[in-house]
């Protein structure tokens, strides 16, 4: 079977966490080339973002069986049954509110996702 | 930005359609190098799959807007407006239902893959 090569459509910028514990909110800054993909996108209220966590070392990209919600006391299963970043093709999927778009630029909130990582595919949510 | 490579985990084994209006059943054929990803997966009622629309031309990659559900009546939306299977990472998103697990061959519910689509990541659902 062949491998797939893939061009991210975009990035993510902003850092993921909120010290505050306040729904975090980022930027998906799309590439140039992709902006007629946006049009009328910003009817839509959610949107399911799918991005590649490189921030992921190749063995973490190795691990085949986590502890669901890192608990012990929960057995291992493997990554296919958890929703775990370390997996062998680390692509992140969530579900995010829009809040807003300007431009190439969409304000989400809820992604969680490294600063830098790159978006592969935006789907209606 | 660099391109990223993707290794499919596994591949769809069965036509997408039943004439008979059944939910459809088709086999996700897991490679012998991933078996250990799947321990304790038939636990999960449910699991999201994402899979490499391979059937798709590279034309088809570059529709960057269309009418949702092919309705000529809603206005154009581009692709990322949408869950239309034309993007430039023609990547599928189902959540479906697991009915069996033999070994590498997950039996599920609702996928609507075409035969043969690599299958790139599995999580629980």
């Not at 062949?2 to 993510?12: D, F, Q, R, T, W």
């Not at 998906?28 to 966590?53: A, D, G, K, N, T």
Request: hydrophobic share 40%; net charge negative.
């Amino acid at each position: 079977m062949l491998s797939i090569e893939i061009e991210p459509v975009g990035a993510v910028v902003g850092a993921p966490a909120d010290a505050d514990g306040r729904p975090q909110r980022q930027v998906i800054e799309i590439r140039p080339e992709y902006e007629s993909c946006l049009l009328r996108i910003e009817e839509c209220e959610h949107l399911w973002v799918l991005f590649w966590m490189s921030e992921l070392a190749r063995e973490d990209r190795e691990v085949t069986q986590v502890h669901p919600r890192g608990d012990r006391e929960v057995p291992l299963h493997g990554v296919f049954a958890t929703h775990s970043p370390m997996r062998p093709n680390p692509i992140g999927m969530t579900r995010v509110r829009l809040i807003a778009r300007d431009g190439l630029r969409l304000t989400v909130e809820g992604l969680d996702a490294f600063d830098g990582s790159p978006v592969i595919d935006i789907k209606s949510g």
